[in-house]
């Protein structure tokens, strides 16, 4: 359904809405009509649930996001209030995430919810401090009081069962996470995990970046999606602005957003490939991975291949000797890489661990939101690059990669038709651009008051940022989706039933983000 026409359904239901942007329809509802409305909208207009958040002006705005997915716009149901939360948990069973981040950082209570637990604050913070909200002075850090109330876990329930504690710190240089095994026999019967023990409070140092800075902060939310962060942000403030970069430089930002997609799925299948023992293909993909770490510096001077994509422009020189290098690179890489993988497709021992481990099924990936790869290998047909076809992605991805077995075997052979995808639409994009390029970075000038979405495809999923404008060429309100938010949660079911030593793997066919959660 078109946008619209959604808009003339909602009229006859005495819904009121207004079109802001060809893509995006908001509605003001009184918390009476909250759950109703948001019901209808899931289940009689089939949109889907992306995010809870809020924004604090005169009071609080809760802003509930959806989407149509099929048609590439959002739906933003909002309300104000001044203290409740109208909990969602009964229809939607993800809400539970996000209006237990509101409470914990506006200090909203949520009303009738299910799950009220902290989220993110720890038994170590102050009890009544709430850091986004206007009156928390920017700079000002949380004292280590040990107030708050200490997180209940779930108990194991029948005889003999036994729970195994892992984390927050780890043997290794990953970052802090704990996972609660509930266990009986050798089966798992249930998984927690608790996040956010390095809470970084990137959203609200937004608030205090001018805008044409906030590019280099976007970047470092997530390390490993540095380039989707940075193409996030150009997109946002393109779309406040109402700015169309050129056909050249859309092209040319494919190339990058998909060289990142490339080593961080070889880091992933070598990931798998470690944790079930497998060493040869392992090495080979974290080698090949090297590569093109090495050819991005060589691109632009960093690895990660930073402070590239920016509003309005591309920050580095480009020009035919570097497609030249890709194209060289990258026609290596592929040989090496076939004959890997067919080693593992090939592998009765390889198959027998992943085959049918992890499992997730369809019904369930809907019903936790997941997006990504994780989404795609349970059958939730949905890639922000085809449905929203932002740059040129609408020309060179037409269809979506999934599978719908749902299980480590799913995950990891649709992170191999990327990493093909991706060289294919690299080298289709270098052969659409025209030009060289000089660096570029123009001033950005913000409008205050204005507010926009816009969605990314990263190595994870689907990345959503909210972007609402203030004073001085700052941002009033910035609010991150990540998508190892809602992803982090499909690990606690695929590893159900599972035996213990299952779980390294089904974790790094996953592979979500710590720092996604600690933004």
């Excluded at 009544?128 to 108990?155: A, C, D, H, Q, W």
């Excluded at 798998?272 to 023992?277: E, K």
């Excluded at 972007?467 to 009033?476: A, I, L, M, R, Y």
Aim: some cysteine; aromatic content about 12%; overall charge neutral.
């Amino acid at each position: 359904m078109k946008i619209q026409f959604l808009q003339e359904e909602l009229f006859k239901l005495n819904i009121s809405s207004n079109i802001k942007t060809s893509d995006e329809l908001y509605i003001e509802i009184s918390t009476g009509d909250v759950t109703g409305i948001i019901s209808s909208l899931t289940t009689k207009f089939k949109l889907s649930f992306i995010a809870e958040f809020c924004r604090q002006e005169n009071g609080f705005i809760i802003n509930i996001l959806l989407s149509n997915r099929s048609k590439g716009y959002y739906v933003i149901a909002y309300y104000k209030t001044l203290e409740n939360l109208i909990s969602l948990q009964e229809i939607i069973f993800q809400a539970h995430l996000f209006e237990r981040e509101i409470s914990d950082l506006y200090g909203l209570k949520i009303m009738k919810g299910k799950d009220v637990r902290n989220i993110v604050k720890h038994e170590v913070w102050q009890n009544n401090v709430y850091p986004l909200r206007k009156s928390f002075k920017f700079g000002l850090k949380i004292e280590e009081t040990n107030e708050t109330p200490k997180y209940e876990f779930k108990k194991t329930s029948g005889e003999g069962g036994y729970q195994i504690a892992v984390g927050p710190v780890h043997a290794g240089i990953m970052e802090p996470g704990h996972f609660r095994f509930s266990v009986i026999g050798e089966e798992i019967e249930n998984l927690e995990i608790r996040l956010m023990y390095k809470h970084k409070g990137i959203e609200k140092m937004c608030e205090n970046v001018d805008a044409n800075k906030l590019n280099l902060l976007f970047e470092r939310v997530a390390g490993e999606s540095s380039v989707a962060y940075g193409e996030a942000y150009a997109l946002l403030v393109e779309k406040l602005i109402d700015y169309d970069v050129s056909t050249d430089i859309k092209y040319l930002r494919v190339v990058f957003l998909e060289l990142e997609r490339i080593y961080n799925y070889l880091e992933d299948i070598s990931g798998i490939c470690v944790d079930i023992g497998f060493s040869y293909p392992a090495k080979k993909y974290s080698y090949l991975s090297e590569l093109v770490h090495q050819l991005c510096e060589r691109l632009t001077g960093s690895r990660f291949l930073r402070n590239t994509i920016v509003p309005c422009g591309i920050n580095k020189d480009y020009d035919k000797q570097n497609s030249m290098d890709i194209i060289s690179t990258l026609d290596k890489i592929k040989i090496r890489f076939d004959e890997i993988t067919s080693t593992t497709l090939n592998s009765v021992a390889f198959l027998d661990r992943v085959e049918n481990t992890g499992m997730v099924k369809n019904s369930k990936a809907k019903r936790l939101c997941l997006t990504g790869i994780v989404g795609r290998a349970s059958g939730v047909i949905y890639d922000v690059r085809t449905n929203f076809g932002y740059e040129m992605y609408k020309s060179l991805k037409p269809s979506v990669n999934y599978d719908v077995t749902g299980g480590i075997f799913a995950r990891y052979k649709l992170k191999i038709s990327e990493i093909n995808d991706a060289i294919l639409f690299i080298n289709q994009a270098i052969n659409s651009i025209k030009v060289d390029f000089k660096k570029s970075k123009p001033d950005i000038k913000l409008t205050p008051n204005l507010e926009r979405f816009v969605s990314v495809e990263t190595v994870k999923g689907e990345l959503t940022i909210y972007g609402h404008t203030g004073e001085n060429n700052k941002f009033d309100r910035i609010y991150f989706k990540t998508p190892s938010f809602t992803n982090w949660n499909g690990l606690t079911f695929a590893i159900l039933n599972e035996v213990v030593p299952d779980f390294p793997v089904c974790n790094k066919s996953f592979n979500m983000s710590y720092c996604e959660n600690d933004r």
